[in-house]
């Protein structure tokens, strides 16, 4: 992994300033896959889109909001016109939560893309408690309604959210829709996660477990 640039960020809320790390370039050796598209990556780490201000609790989508300072990896350089108190130091960006994505869902002008995104992350927030274990435990209300409203706004022509319908009926142990939207094409690359999810299906499992279709 290579680091890319910091950025120092202004909340849209409060104007406080926050880091945002970047990266230059990454691989996928020794992650761990999960077919609800959680990926756990040493080499190549998640960050996120849509974060919380660390002093207001406040919340945004970073690319929205307004870079005062770029640090670079070997050095630091002023964005021109743009100065930083010398009396902050700014901290990092509040790590997404459930209330956080809650939050952003309750943006009345929401796009489709981003609405997507939420709720993908939500789903594998919801997921972490049964991550990897034998013992399963019941999906709660606030899932099942995550669950379903996916289900309406999924694109079915994209292959990576056709593969994500396909994931939220296994998981929701309806095996027989699962393998119906699993029929059909996919781009060569998902083959892999397709021929898991399949078995998954055939053997009616329903639990949320690492697949690892890349093993780097």
Known sequence: MLPGNTYVRECPHCSGKFTQPTMASGNTFGAKFWPDGKIDAPMMPDYPAYVSCPYCKGTFWVEDTKVVKSIGYDEEREIPDLTLDSNQNPIPYKNPTRK???QGLDDLNISKENEV???SKL????NDVNRDQ???RPAIAAQI????RLLKI???K???EKLLRVEIYREMGNFEEAKKVLAGELDEEYMDTMDI?????EARDSRVMCINPHDD
């Open 197 to 201: 999810l399949d078995k998954l299906i």
């Open 117 to 119: 995104y939420l709720r």
């Open 134 to 136: 034998k013992e399963q």
């Open 100 to 102: 956080i994505y809650l």
């Open 158 to 160: 994209d292959t990576q």
């Open 123 to 126: 789903m594998q927030l919801f």
């Open 145 to 148: 309604e995550n669950w379903n």
């Open 154 to 156: 999924l694109d079915p």
